[in-house]
């Protein structure tokens, strides 16, 4: 596609229930990015995958979250048994490779959890 | 790890005022420096970068120096825009395997008002 894209863009959960969220990179871009945006906060980083090497897993904030990347294409992020502090917009983005500075960015998904 | 403080927001500016967004940072090494924007109700987008000591990265009437005796990156804009208004993020990148990843600043939301 034209850009990266997310979806849902918008999700209201109860709290221990289990989200997926969806990014869909530009083709042809071989690294993915996910990071969270809390309310008045910066982003902060989550996980990156590039091709086909083990991803970088260092900011995921706990075990409840996890990712997959199938090959260079679609990735899932799911967040088990939501908790209230999990609200946030996450934000998904895609480079050319780990080595190419620009990462361009999806719109967004914002988590509600009730 | 590497970090960044960015001035703290919201600025309110009248068009055509003359804004500055304070940027600092500590990372090991050399990074490339990154602005990125995002408008209200879109993802992040880059606005300007540089790569090296004294480059100036310049782009829609903005401009920012790195300077790396201060290890800072302001960005600046003589005139103001009411279009301007987004929140702005300061964020350095290392190229490397292992630091794709972008450090963001904690944004700093700016209101033009006409």
């Known amino acids: 596609g034209a850009g990266v894209s997310q979806s849902p863009s918008n999700k209201v959960t109860e709290k221990g229930k289990d989200v997926e969220l969806r990014c869909d990179p530009i083709s042809g871009h071989t690294a993915l990015y996910w990071y969270r945006q809390r309310l008045g906060q910066g982003l902060e980083f989550l996980i990156y995958f590039q091709g086909n090497s083990a991803p970088d897993k260092s900011g995921l904030p706990s075990d409840r979250f996890s990712a997959e990347r199938t090959g260079e294409s679609v990735s899932t992020l799911t967040i088990q048994r939501t908790q209230q502090e999990d609200s946030a917009v996450y934000l998904c983005?895609?480079?050319?490779?780990?080595?190419?500075?620009?990462?361009?960015f999806g719109p967004g998904t914002r988590l509600t959890v009730l | 790890g590497d970090s960044v403080t960015q001035m703290e927001g919201p600025v309110t500016l009248s068009e055509e005022a003359f804004l500055t967004i304070n940027c600092t940072y500590t990372?090991?090494?050399?990074?490339?420096l990154f602005w990125y924007v995002q408008y209200p109700g879109e993802g992040l987008q880059l606005l300007l970068k540089?790569?090296?000591?004294?480059d100036k990265g310049s782009n829609k009437g903005f401009e920012a120096t790195y300077r790396k005796e201060t290890t800072s990156f302001h960005l600046e804009k003589g005139s103001v825009q009411v279009s301007d208004s987004a929140v702005y993020f300061c964020a350095p990148w290392r190229r490397g395997t292992s630091y794709g990843k972008l450090t963001f600043g904690q944004g700093t939301i700016l209101t033009v008002h006409p």
């Open positions: 540089a790569t090296k000591a004294d």
């Open positions: 983005a895609s480079s050319q490779g780990v080595r190419a500075a620009e990462q361009f």
């Open positions: 990372a090991t090494g050399y990074p490339s």
